[in-house]
């Protein structure tokens, strides 16, 4: 890999992360303090603190190994760059939390403002698979942006500019 641009990487990388704080206050909190909600700003420092440290793990152990496999498998495009972000992102909840059987207790909770069974006996019910399908959806989406961000600034560090049509390899230099 000798000529490799860590340096683009690196960037890349650490706008991956940078970028998380952000989508988290416009879509889980903005609704929640448009909504009247009296919101404790030391709580949503320390929430952002958070997501900055959980980004961090999954776009270093995630994110870029799989971007590097791109890289390995040809010229990643904006479009792969996006589905395997939202993959990546997905799969760790996918495969801790698929909802099985449960023994022979039941649970319920709140759905979006009703109060619905997730287990009956034991057995998850459709709420329960909803909810499953809903925090993979929330977590691809950080994914995906995630993943979008790091490939535009690899892109604009590689090339002066993250958006074209060109057809160049984008993990080599074009000759100038």
Known sequence: MSGFPVRALVHA???????QPIV??????????LSGTEVSWQEVLALLACVLVVASVFVILLGVPSFLLLLRLGQPTFLAAGLTGFFVAAMPLAILSWPSQQGMTSSGGNWFGRQVEFYVSGVPTLYEWLSFA???????????????????????????RAFCCASQSSHSRPSR
């Open 24 to 33: 988290f206050c416009i879509w889980p909190l903005l609704p929640v303090v």
């Open 13 to 19: 990388a650490l706008a991956a992360v940078a970028v």
């Open 134 to 160: 809903d925090g993979l959806l929330r977590l691809g989406f950080y994914g995906l942006i995630s993943a979008l961000v790091f490939f535009a600034v690899w892109r604009k560090r590689l090339y002066g």
